[in-house]
């Protein structure tokens, strides 16, 4: 079979090359599909390694993998029938961590389950909005996710959750950092010296190395994972149903950017695997799998999904675009969702562990968030944009008591990072002149 078939998305690879490829999809972001999980768990104030986190974690496979089916396989409109890969949105972490932490898990899963009703319309109309979100406003929104992020990889480096209750005592210890510098050594050395799948696992491989060292240190404890059942018990609105505004409004408009950037991981996909523009029914597809997988995963207790960007550059380095290579890394998804065994050893996994691979982790999103914004022409107008937009969104957010007097969740929303420097750069964006 000639390379120039392996361009054709229904073109199924032999199953000896198949399955390796789908594998190598799945270790390039089951770490980064993990850990928005832990992280609103903890925010919410679930015990670290605890059954419920445990649920949480295995929601998050076994629903990447489901809306991962819905890209591939497709039904009816829905789907892009593209090897794009579905994993649990950092998108979403800042608004759902601070709606989880002041208002609960059920009013934080109610939204996404209304959000991803309404990202799933938003399939109809995608292409008409596009114009709201160029690469500036895309850019400033991806970046100051990872910037809102990176004060919460240091303190799980150093050894303690956001409210530094776990392991006070220790906190900063050299135990720690040693623990998380391997975790971010040994991913930088296999992402820039080693090729194929422990290039593409890198993180992955990483967080197995500190853990191994965490687990030599004496600071593993294996208690939880031998009281995991064998097969996860689903249960549906495990939170119940709380119905918020503020909380509703604030998850759909991290969803439109959601949305914008499925819309562009769709174009790179069909452009890395097959040298052409994807159509408009494509992207509408893509969009519509978005929004079923986020409300679907939501029922559950799962968080939202998007595409992972990461696969798209497998697209492009393998250069083979069959949808069927990478139904088999959603299958290997859903069986691991099934698992809580497999749950309960990623729960156990020490707090520095998990920090080395998130400094890595949202150090890039940032990055991306940067490489996006290379793209703009910076004349004054637009470093306006950017410098009000993050001093507001990160200012707020660094020094939260600026606005205690508003009510609830509109102090969540402000103090999100996110949504404010969202909502500054697209009005911005929209009333400033432009400039020659």
């Known amino acids: 079979m000639s390379d120039a078939t ?36 903890g925010a919410a104030g679930l015990a670290f390694g605890g059954a419920e ?45 601070g709606i989880a932490a002041t208002q609960g898990l059920g009013v934080a899963l109610t939204a996404c389950l209304i959000g991803g009703i309404i990202h799933f319309a938003l399939g109809t109309v995608i292409q008409n909005l596009r114009w709201l979100f160029p690469p500036l406003v895309i850019g400033l ?38 623990v998380a510098l391997t975790v971010v050594i040994v991913a930088l050395g296999l992402k820039f010296f080693t090729k194929g799948i422990t290039s593409s696992a890198a993180i992955l491989i990483g967080l197995i190395a500190g853990y191994a060292l965490a687990y030599i240190l004496g600071m593993v404890n294996f208690g939880a994972v031998g009281k995991a059942s064998w097969i996860t018990s689903i249960k549906p609105l495990p939170y119940g149903f709380e119905f918020n505004l503020g909380a509703v409004f604030a998850v759909t408009l991290v969803s439109i950017v959601s949305a914008i950037e499925t819309v562009g991981d769709t174009s790179a996909t069909t452009k890395a695997g097959a040298g052409r523009e994807a159509t408009d029914a494509e992207i509408a597809g893509a969009t519509f799998a978005d929004g079923l997988g986020t409300a679907v995963a939501a029922v559950f207790g799962g968080l939202p999904n998007t595409s992972f960007s990461q696969n798209v550059g497998i697209v492009g380095m393998t250069g083979i675009m069959s949808r069927h290579v990478v139904t088999i890394g959603a299958i290997f998804l859903v069986i691991c969702g099934l698992l809580p065994k497999i749950g309960a050893i990623i729960a156990s996994m020490p707090l520095p562990v998990l920090g080395g691979g998130v400094i890595v982790m949202f150090g890039m999103v940032a990055a991306a968030g940067l490489n996006m914004l290379s793209e703009v022409n910076m004349n004054r107008r637009n470093m306006v944009i950017i410098a009000v937009s993050l001093a507001i969104g990160l200012g707020l957010n660094l020094v939260p008591t600026a606005v205690q007097y508003l009510p609830g969740v509109v102090k969540t929303l402000a103090t999100s990072a996110v949504a404010p420097t969202a909502i500054c750069a697209i009005v911005l964006n929209l009333v400033l002149p432009q400039e020659d």
């Open 6 to 41: 392996y361009s054709d998305p229904h073109v199924t690879p032999p199953l000896g090359q198949a399955v390796p490829l789908g594998l190598q999809h799945v270790l390039a972001m089951f770490a980064s599909n993990v850990t928005p999980s832990i992280i609103v768990a």
């Open 141 to 178: 929104v991806i970046l100051a996710i990872g910037l809102y992020l990176i004060p919460v990889a240091i303190k799980y480096a150093a050894g303690g959750a956001a409210s530094f209750q776990m392991e006070a005592e220790s906190f900063g210890s050299m135990k720690h950092w040693s």
């Open 53 to 97: 986190q445990v649920y949480l974690i295995q929601m998050a496979m076994l629903f990447a993998g489901i809306a991962t089916l819905f890209q591939t396989v497709g039904v009816g409109p829905v789907g892009a029938r593209l090897p794009i890969m579905q994993g649990t949105s950092f998108a979403f972490v800042g608004v759902l961590a």
